[in-house]
């Protein structure tokens, strides 16, 4: 069981009668841990083919790295007697009733720094504010790091909620939420940012990546500036971004090796659109990034997907690790420990010191690949999926989410490709430069790091890059009058 009771502020003028932040504790029924405790021992699980090592996930998980999972889930986190404190070990919450009966469960990490700024951070598919676990204590409390920049050391005060419909927020399609949330008959992208718009409010910020170009475009005023990482654009076209347009083409033509006619543009980027074949290599591209070809496959059909996901917890596990497409899991504990007083910056140095590839791979721990399956079993996953589909009817490409420009200042970090064997390819399944049609991109970090899920797989760069990015945009006067009370940064992970 976890409790904790958000340390919220004064209510902002926008905040409603009735929206009242109250403690969230968790609990995890004996009855439904005996049921899944059933389900796990009477798995079938199917006949494999004979593959060779380095193709073994092309026809998806393979055996051997589901199979000691599911012993591992049986022992540790059924057959113990406290399964549930296995789920408390990430940061605790609040919830919020948006609206009856919408509520919405999420962190308040205030910062004692008296400089910190209000950072709402956005999770992604197929996560929630379990996300955050990684990094919460160092945006809120950042050790003095001068030599590293001069945003090295900006603190935020963090509010991390998890999307109607994931983790421990009640989904957005129930009777009642629709009238008071405006929206039609199903809840999307729209209408996750103006719950997320009232959370702030309510915790007393006034003002202030899917979800944070929403906030963006329908409350600039209550933005100061977005951060993401791995974002995916569309192509820029004459009819919309004529200038945008104009600029690809010259360093597409020039291979972005003259730098003034680079435009923001790497030669790896431009040389993977051009030999790219447009249907296999998109397929690659996506398969890539937990929000690409598998959540893609998922929108599709989300209620005939949800009656195999929400009936069998081993199903529910293969689909994430296919998400994240982890590699074999490792041991419980990290074959190399690492010093909790280390800084973010000191361990990246004593890992260059001891000679650790930069192009390292993350390999997710038995515990936590069962974390995140956890928090989308215990609620059922049917609610996101749901959600998902919605997102994507949401972002085609003539969309307003994909064409409307927005004037807030935009950082971007981008990681490799997980599984991507060539050093040209990068996470991001497009160009950055893309986005200027859309964005005004003002901060940009291109990483050699493989991470589809940076605040996971690498959590001290994403602090530095979080860090910087906002603490130079603050320096460069790009955030306006910080000293407005409840001014807000978002930072999105879609």
Same mark, same amino acid.
């Given at each position: 069981?976890a409790?904790?009771?958000? =340390? ?16 969230y ?5 004996s009855?439904?841990?005996?049921l ?6 009477? =798995?079938?699980?199917?006949? %494999? ?19 000691p999972?599911l ?8 057959s *113990? ?21 919408l ?9 004692? /720094?008296?400089? !910190? ?16 676990s ?5 945006? =809120?409390n950042?050790l003095?790091m ?6 090295? /050391? ?11 419909g ?10 009642g ?20 718009w009232?959370?702030?409010?309510v ?6 990546? $899917? ?5 963006a475009i ?18 820029? *076209? ?6 945008v ?5 010259? !360093? ?25 074949v447009? %249907?296999?290599? =998109? ?14 496959q998922? *929108? ?8 195999s ?17 982890t590699?074999?899991?490792?041991? !419980? ?16 140095m004593s890992?260059? /010191? ?6 390292r791979?993350?390999?997710w721990?038995? *515990? $936590?690949?069962?974390d995140?399956?956890?928090l ?8 996101s999926l ?8 949401e ?12 004037p ?16 040209t390819?990068t996470?991001s ?14 901060w940009?970090?291109?990483? /050699? ?18 860090r ?22 978002l930072?999105?992970?879609e």
């Open positions: 069981m409790t904790a009771t958000s =340390t919220a502020s004064t209510p902002g003028k926008e905040a409603r009668q009735g929206d009242a932040v109250q403690p504790s968790m609990h995890v029924s009855r439904y841990l005996e899944t405790s059933q389900k796990l021992q009477l =798995t079938r699980l199917p006949k %494999e083919l004979p593959v060779p090592g380095t193709r073994k996930w092309e026809l998806g998980v393979p055996k051997d790295v589901l199979e999972l012993d591992y889930w049986y022992v540790r986190f059924i *113990t007697p406290h399964a549930d404190v296995h789920m408390a070990a990430g940061p605790s919450g609040a919830s919020l009733s948006i609206s009856n009966p509520r919405i469960h999420f962190v308040h990490a205030p910062s004692t /720094q008296p400089s !910190a700024l209000p950072l709402l951070y956005i999770h992604t598919w197929p996560s929630s504010f379990i996300e955050i990684k990094i919460v204590s160092a945006l =809120t950042p003095s001068p030599s590293l920049g001069v945003g090295s /050391q900006q603190a935020f005060h963090v509010v991390a909620p998890s999307i109607p994931f983790g421990f927020s009640d989904e957005g399609n129930v009777a939420a629709e009238e008071e949330m405006d929206c039609g008959k199903s809840f999307g992208i729209w209408e996750t940012a103006e719950c997320f009232r959370v702030m409010r915790l007393g910020y006034q003002r202030g990546f $899917e979800v944070s170009r929403a906030l329908r409350h600039p005023e209550s933005v100061m500036a977005i951060h993401t990482s791995n974002p995916e654009f569309f192509e820029p *076209t004459w009819k919309r971004s004529p200038f347009c104009l600029k690809y083409r010259i !360093a597409r033509m020039l291979g972005a090796k003259i730098p003034f006619l680079g435009f923001g543009y790497t030669p790896a980027e431009l040389e993977r659109q051009k030999s790219k447009e %249907e296999e290599d =998109t397929r690659l591209a996506l398969s890539n990034k937990p929000s690409g070809l598998m959540s893609f998922y *929108t599709l059909r989300p209620q005939t997907l949800s009656y996901l929400c009936d069998s917890p081993i199903g529910l596990l293969a689909c994430l690790l296919d998400t994240i497409h590699r074999s899991p490792a041991a !419980a504990l990290s074959p190399r420990p690492q010093s909790p007083f280390l800084s973010p910056a000191e361990i990246e890992e260059s /010191q001891h000679g650790y590839n930069a192009r791979h993350y390999t721990t038995p *515990t $936590e690949v069962l995140w399956t956890m989308q079993w215990l609620p059922g996953p049917e609610a749901r959600w998902l589909r919605q997102a994507y009817l972002t085609h490409p003539s969309s307003p989410l994909s064409t409307t420009y927005s807030v200042p935009v950082g971007i970090s981008s990681f490799q490709s997980r599984n991507s064997s060539s050093s390819w996470a399944a497009s160009p950055i430069m893309w986005g200027s049609a859309i964005c005004n991109i003002r940009i970090k291109r990483h /050699q790091r493989p991470a589809a899920l940076p605040a996971w797989e690498a959590p001290d760069l994403l602090v530095l890059d979080m910087d990015c906002f603490g130079s945009l603050l320096n460069q006067g790009l955030l306006g009058d910080v000293n407005l009370p409840g001014r807000e940064i930072e999105g992970a």
